[in-house]
């Protein structure tokens, strides 16, 4: 009988069609139905499969693969695997390729080829094209399995494909009830459609160990990630100005190490320093206070001939730091200033300071190129259209949004100039990122996953020659890595296959791939987290003026223009007095819709927590990213209790006032007392297990080591959430400002006094005295 073939190709709906309908009567015949009754029910399926978020075949016989092959041709059918299959390959047994193969199908499958079968996976380097019409890069990362009963060939025309096909077969293993594994019977070609698909590691408030970051590296190899901005800031030793490290910074040695295992897996860890802006860790210290533009700590004069040099020592030591990579990021992130500098001769002005960024940019790159490094940067403001065709060939744009305009596009085409479909994860939500459509600071949004999903299409709409993609993940609100993963996952799918799949097959396909089959609650505990987050974030007054933070030098806007820093607080309810235990209901008026939201999310998260908590023991991989995530929802639930319980609070005291009886008055207020004695035990019992979560994968921050001590100072321009405070309290902070502890003694005087006054007993009242 001849089986039925599904054919998945980009826009392949009209193929898939005619595959159907080539093999329509022998699969009639087969499944013994009458033709009407199965062309009925295949259009229907193809509606749902086509409408209902499922966009290849792959997903509709069970499968998950992430990034998604570019062409697909199976049979329908499953190959079993087993523990008695074997391996055939001439690779080297000690190569990245076989070790994956054997090390990855035990720690994710718990899968070992003993050999004792008939079955077989070959390994083949081969010298006829994996696909034709690819480009050198493309086809160095191409790869074909072909799936038969006791037999898996990967083919690849480079170790580097055969990798890949590796990772894919990994991810494609699905375990049965009786021990084996199944695999889609079939033919699998796969290539990138963009060569270059960088992943951004952010660390300006934070260390991660080297072994996480090795973990790292091993999740980003596996979704075919080929490129790491490592975003360095001070954590990094700088030989050549050791001030400029923090304590405990890597060493040189430990970036080889890191630098040598990315490599390995075909990865290239790209040193990211931020230069001539985002300075605070480097301007900070007296011993570059003089190298400061206009005095501000965020940028530096990029007319000082010193500065310049303390930058290029800097790229210096970090191309030491990472031999063998190919690229190095400039950045040149939010230039704001170029030019104010007192030490530049032309006035500062719009023209002059694109003039200024451009000429720094051919600098860098001159330099660079000598030290045989390509050279990324972000290709934006300050600079004008006009001036963008005096930059040089072989740049790379790390930032083309589809906001570029027509001309800004065709300047960097006729330069020559290359570049990166960008598409952020993470910009300043505090907890977790926007992943989903929401209402976000009065705009309703369709959320980063939607926006990455359709960010090249609409660059290349525009006419831009698109090298690859960048997924940022900023750590401006100090998020943990681990809610990062899904960012980074789907931008590389589109990087790889761009247009395919839809973003709810791809969303489904990372749960799949990163949890483990037995996981389908992710999904919605990831809206509940973002629900959650927004929640938090959303429930502070900003106050200002700032008591913590000086006036910004500017913004982007420019110097001097910005406004003041908030500080994010809620205001207590109103104390009693001995005299008079009446007070205004303040807090339920002020925080009445934001207390009705906690309500429905105290619901919400209830049912967030019980989630995770299933998952944690239930996953097949990735347990600690569950713990993170269960940290966050305990603080969201906290927060949510905080508000709530202030607000009873509140009650309590307004009955105190009303009561017109002495004792019960003071009942009602040892009630507050003691509620607010239950918000500060929650935060006490919630923040320890929070860090010691945390602190398992980093180190914590503002340490100090060898008799270092971390210098902190505020940038100018920037008031990021996570440096408000020195380690994570920064998400304390808020509550922090409320001085709960000591409304608390407050009112446990008043209690006092007031029962003293009015001899009333104070049996069952547990409080600090004030003068203790």
Request: charge should be negative; include cysteine.
């Amino acid at each position: 009988m001849k089986k039925l073939k599904i054919e998945s190709k980009p826009n392949s709906l009209i193929v898939e069609l005619k595959n159907y309908i080539d093999h329509f009567k022998t699969t009639a015949d087969r499944w013994r139905f009458s033709p009407p009754n199965v062309l009925f029910i295949f259009v229907a399926s193809l509606w749902i499969t086509t409408f209902s978020g499922y966009s290849n075949d792959l997903s509709g016989l069970g499968y998950s693969l992430i990034p998604a092959p570019q062409k697909t041709l199976l049979t329908g059918q499953s190959v079993f695997i087993d523990q008695s299959w074997g391996i055939n390959t001439s690779l080297d047994e000690q190569g990245i390729t076989l070790k994956r193969l054997r090390l990855g199908a035990g720690e994710l499958h718990q899968l070992n080829f003993n050999e004792t079968g008939t079955g077989k996976i070959i390994l083949k380097l081969v010298s006829e094209p994996i696909m034709e019409n690819l480009d050198s890069e493309q086809a160095k990362q191409a790869y074909r399995i072909e799936i038969e009963p006791n037999i898996v060939r990967i083919s690849g025309n480079t170790e580097w494909g055969l990798f890949y096909g590796v990772q894919s077969l990994l991810q494609l293993l699905r375990p049965t009830s009786n021990g084996s594994f199944k695999l889609p019977e079939g033919t699998i070609t796969d290539w990138p459609s963009l060569n270059l698909r960088v992943i951004h590691w952010d660390t300006k408030h934070h260390q991660d160990h080297i072994e996480t970051l090795k973990r790292y590296i091993d999740w980003a190899a596996f979704f075919k990630v080929n490129a790491i901005a490592f975003e360095m800031e001070d954590k990094y030793e700088y030989p050549s100005h050791p001030i400029i490290g923090a304590p405990g910074a890597f060493t040189k040695s430990e970036m080889h190490e890191l630098t040598s295992y990315a490599l390995e897996r075909y990865i290239q860890l790209i040193p990211n320093v931020q230069a001539p802006s985002h300075m605070t860790f480097v301007l900070k210290h007296k011993e570059f206070e003089h190298l400061q533009s206009d005095e501000s700590n965020y940028h530096i004069c990029m007319c000082d001939e010193e500065a310049m040099q303390l930058i290029f020592d800097m790229y210096q030591d970090m191309i030491d730091a990472t031999p063998g990579v190919k690229y190095f990021f400039a950045s040149t992130d939010e230039v704001y200033y170029a030019g104010i500098c007192g030490k530049c001769k032309d006035e500062y002005n719009e023209i002059n300071r694109s003039q200024i960024w451009v000429d720094y940019v051919n600098r860098v790159h001159k330099w660079m190129k000598e030290r045989d490094r390509e050279v990324i940067a972000w290709v934006e403001y300050p600079l004008l259209t006009e001036h963008i065709t005096q930059l040089p060939s072989g740049l790379i744009d790390g930032i083309m949004t589809p906001n570029r305009d027509a001309a800004w596009i065709e300047n960097q085409n006729k330069a020559g100039i290359k570049q990166l479909s960008y598409s952020s994860m993470q910009g300043a939500e505090h907890l977790f990122p926007n992943y989903f459509p929401t209402e976000y600071k009065n705009n309703k949004i369709k959320g980063r996953l939607i926006d990455a999903s359709n960010d090249i299409p609409r660059v290349l709409a525009k006419g831009a020659k698109l090298t690859g993609t960048f997924a940022a993940a900023w750590d401006d609100a100090g998020l943990h890595n681990e809610t990062f993963w899904l960012g980074w996952a789907i931008v590389t799918q589109y990087g790889w296959s761009n247009g395919k799949p839809t973003i709810e097959q791809s969303i489904t396909d990372f749960m799949n791939i990163y949890y483990g089959y037995n996981s389908p609650e992710m999904i919605e505990s990831y809206r509940l987290l973002q629900e959650g987050a927004r929640f938090y974030e959303d429930l502070w007054d900003q106050v200002t003026p700032s008591k913590e933070r000086n006036i910004r030098y500017g913004s982007s806007y420019g110097k001097g223009i910005g406004g003041a820093y908030p500080d994010p607080t809620l205001e207590m309810p109103s104390l009693p007095s001995v005299d008079n235990v009446s007070i205004e209901p303040i807090f339920r008026l002020k925080y009445g819709e934001k207390l009705q939201r906690a309500l429905k999310m105290s619901q919400k998260n209830a049912r967030l927590i019980d989630l995770l908590s299933y998952s944690l023991f239930r996953v097949e991989r990735n347990q600690y990213n569950i713990e993170v995530l269960l940290s966050i929802a305990y603080l969201q639930r906290y927060t949510i209790n905080t508000a709530l319980n202030l607000a009873k609070v509140e009650d309590y005291l307004i009955q105190a006032g009303k009561t017109g009886d002495s004792q019960k008055a003071v009942s009602f207020m040892i009630e507050a007392h003691g509620l607010v004695g239950e918000i500060i035990q929650e935060e006490k019992n919630m923040w320890s297990d929070f860090t010691d979560v945390w602190y398992k994968t980093r180190f914590k921050e503002g340490r100090s080591v060898d008799g270092r001590n971390f210098v902190h100072v505020y940038d100018d321009v920037k008031d990021h959430f996570a440096d408000r405070r020195l380690g994570l309290e920064y998400m304390l902070a808020p509550f922090e400002r409320m001085k709960i502890e000591e409304w608390q003694n407050k009112l446990g005087h008043i209690i006092e006094n007031y029962a003293k006054i009015n001899k009333v007993s104070l049996k069952g009242l547990t409080i600090k005295r004030l003068e203790d």
